[in-house]
């Protein structure tokens, strides 16, 4: 435990995209009502196994549950008593900051302290046309935003003037949140220049590792610190997280036949939308499941040796993992959730002191 922050050393999670995809195995589509119930009671069943943070992602499309993070976490906040709750992530491009600002404060009063905010570019585009956005914006969209989000978590009265929204005069940004800040976070995923505006804004810098060898990743840790402290920020107020897809079963093999056809079915659907033929065949899906590359997929020691491998890569201190992917039964998620609370969370901790 950090004793200045009241902190665990190293924080252990779950977060949610809230994705509606048929089961492989049965050809059955949940409804969005029953995939927030499930998130949910997902939620409950983290805070009570004692893991440190629940995120919850933002969509605009039929195929996903979750529009609005802060909406469904008010829900989290009201049946849970001591995990953090995030967006994961904010598409802060195409959300004004001052509605963005003050959702995530009355969260933070209604949770006595536990909001935070994720911000992402988004890796879907939706969201730019439904909200009247032009894509051609999207940089200066996610840098004017960023710059403004972090003024009026500083400022009760904020004076501002930019491009893209009506100027601030004196406005009066309320409420409050019960923490001094919100702690803010930028997911960076495969571009450096994501990775040096968080450590230019002092932001913590969420790494969505989904595929490839480990080994590419450490550039955007070393660009992110080196940013952070060229700005002037403490280096030891620059967070690292890292964020994954993942699977838990006792056997490590069991694990990968069982998550397989959804994680396969999941990538076959995504790619269809974007106009792609893909296929994964049960090899590959080995492959990327292996200690050097990218997905949290086995057995606890499995899971557990991947996590304190990349923190001595990394020296990150927070670890969430995405465990309800491509249609799963939620009675495997929760199993899920249960092997990471109880024997990957201790473990972890244990080893890293």
Do not use: C
Not at 15 to 27: E, R
């Amino acid at each position: 435990m950090n004793s200045l922050t009241g902190k665990p050393a190293f924080e252990i999670g779950v977060y949610t995209l809230g994705d509606i995809v048929k089961d492989p195995h049965t050809g059955k589509t949940v409804s969005a009502g029953q995939r927030l119930n499930e998130i949910l009671e997902a939620a409950k069943l983290a805070d009570h196994l004692g893991l440190d943070v629940f995120g919850v992602g933002e969509h605009h499309r039929l195929d996903y549950a979750v529009s609005s993070p802060p909406v469904v976490l008010a829900a989290v906040a009201q049946a849970t008593e001591r995990i953090r709750l995030t967006s994961t992530t904010t598409v802060l491009s195409t959300v004004d900051p001052v509605r963005l600002f003050e959702d995530f404060a009355t969260l933070d009063l209604l949770s006595n302290g536990r909001a935070e905010v994720m911000a992402g570019r988004g890796a879907f585009i939706e969201s730019f046309p439904l909200f009247g956005f032009d894509t051609a914006d999207y940089d200066a969209l996610f840098e004017e935003n960023s710059q403004l989000f972090r003024l009026l978590n500083e400022n009760e009265v904020v004076d501002w003037s930019g491009r893209f929204r009506a100027p601030l005069r004196k406005a009066e940004i309320a409420p409050r949140p019960a923490q001094p800040e919100i702690p803010f976070w930028i997911g960076v995923g495969g571009t450096p220049e994501s990775a040096i505006r968080a450590g230019r804004l002092g932001a913590g810098m969420a790494l969505a590792i989904l595929g490839g060898p480990l080994g590419r990743f450490k550039p955007f840790l070393d660009l992110y610190r080196q940013a952070g402290e060229e700005a002037g920020h403490d280096p030891d107020s620059l967070r690292v997280g890292v964020t994954g897809h993942g699977f838990l079963a006792e056997d490590g093999e069991a694990a990968r036949d069982i998550f397989y056809p959804y994680y396969s079915g999941y990538w076959a659907e995504v790619n269809r939308q974007r106009g792609m033929a893909f296929r994964m065949s049960r090899e590959d899906f080995g492959e990327i499941t292996g200690p050097d590359n990218a997905l949290f997929v086995g057995s606890p020691e499995e899971v557990t040796e991947k996590i304190l491998r990349q923190h001595e890569l990394f020296g990150h201190t927070r670890f969430l993992a995405q465990l309800d992917i491509g249609g799963q039964p939620f009675e495997q998620v929760a199993r899920s959730i249960e092997l990471l609370a109880t024997e990957v969370a201790p473990a972890v901790r244990k080893a890293i002191g």
